[in-house]
């Protein structure tokens, strides 16, 4: 069976994004053996990078212009859906595998079936009431639509996700399959250059948007700065939101030599950060999935969650949450009682066992091999 796995989305400045993750994960489960079935069309600048880290891949180029076609179509739109297209139809693949939330390059049908991922719908939730914000709804509304209405097949990355496609799109019933994703850390923790980590802290890792809901827990961390010894280590690519919104806001609490952020990561330094932290938070508003709680929790780390979304799903019931998301002093509140009352070290080993199992990543690339073969001999 040839597959070709669309991996044009990741760019060297995208390594630490979510769709990104999610592709080098499932190579990484591919049997290196197997590997030479499947083909990946990548950016040629990532090629080297590719090569030395995921080999025994074949591999072909496509040149586009990213998400500069995103939002606004022109006649380079549909030139390089053609050239896409082209590319499916002249190497006879069996069927395509198309892991970003909404393919940049092509959202009609090939040559031959097509598989794609959905891992949220939150561009659809936006504030609409702006002109511009309507019509960036609208194209990802009709976006998605083309893609799934063009698949052969979609994987919702979580059953909430699945609920959400249905409540947008009723129309795909029977085209979805949940296949929860991989979680997978590095197994030897490296402690990041000049962070003391003597000093115990309170760990975030995530996007700095405000559908993470930062700022509740910066608020939150504002009410019990004088109750606690911990430091609020925020780990994520610093973005316009959090420069002139957040940072202000640390400054008006007089809290900015208790906030620490870091960016650009290892998958080595995040373990260490988890391993040590006192306590997790994760506030966000909107989940698909939510990798980093898992992360966490396998880590040993105990974990705060909100109970938003795909949450309480993926994180089974297991861990410690607090509603609603954005009440503050709920946060505040959950957050001393945890830091006041760790759980006990057996629970958390037990809970990391059970997400070890659930989320490794030959067990996903298991189910979406045999999802590939079904939909390519269907």
Request: glycine share 2%.
């Amino acid at each position: 069976m040839k597959v070709l796995i669309d991996a044009t989305s990741i760019r060297m400045d995208r390594l630490h994004a979510s769709v990104s993750i999610y592709i080098f994960r499932l190579l990484s489960a591919i049997n290196y053996e197997d590997r030479s079935n499947f083909t990946l069309l990548i950016e040629k600048s990532m090629a080297d990078y590719i090569s030395q880290n995921y080999p025994g891949f074949n591999q072909l180029y496509f040149k586009g212009r990213g998400y500069k076609l995103f939002y606004w179509r022109n006649p380079l739109y549909y030139w390089y859906n053609y050239q896409y297209s082209k590319i499916v139809r002249k190497h006879r693949f069996d069927v395509v595998f198309n892991p970003t939330d909404v393919p940049i390059y092509n959202t009609s049908k090939l040559s031959c079936p097509k598989v794609v991922v959905c891992h949220d719908l939150k561009a659809l939730k936006g504030d609409s009431r702006r002109l511009k914000n309507a019509l960036v709804r609208w194209e990802y509304a009709n976006r998605y639509g083309k893609s799934f209405q063009s698949a052969d097949a979609i994987v919702a990355i979580s059953k909430f996700t699945r609920q959400d496609i249905l409540t947008y799109y009723p129309e795909t019933t029977k085209k979805i399959q949940v296949i929860y994703n991989a979680v997978e850390l590095d197994n030897k923790p490296t402690q990041p250059k000049d962070f003391d980590a003597t000093i115990p802290y309170i760990l975030y890792v995530n996007t700095l948007q405000p559908y993470k809901n930062i700022a509740t827990l910066v608020k939150a961390f504002c009410a019990i700065k004088d109750r606690c010894k911990e430091r609020l280590l925020v780990v994520g690519k610093s973005t316009a939101y959090w420069e002139n919104v957040m940072l202000p806001l640390l400054h008006t609490n007089k809290v900015n030599d208790r906030v620490i952020q870091l960016e650009n990561l290892s998958n080595n330094e995040l373990r260490f950060l988890y391993e040590h932290a006192s306590l997790f938070v994760t506030p966000s508003l909107n989940e698909g999935f939510g990798y980093t709680p898992i992360e966490a929790a396998i880590c040993q780390c105990p974990v705060l969650s909100s109970m938003q979304e795909s949450l309480p799903d993926v994180t089974k019931g297991f861990l410690n949450y607090y509603y609603p998301a954005i009440d503050e002093e709920a946060l505040a509140h959950s957050i001393i009682k945890l830091l006041n009352n760790r759980p006990k070290q057996e629970t958390l080993n037990k809970i990391a066992n059970i997400y070890c199992e659930c989320y490794s990543p030959q067990k996903q690339a298991e189910n979406i091999l045999q999802l590939l073969y079904n939909v390519a001999h269907q």
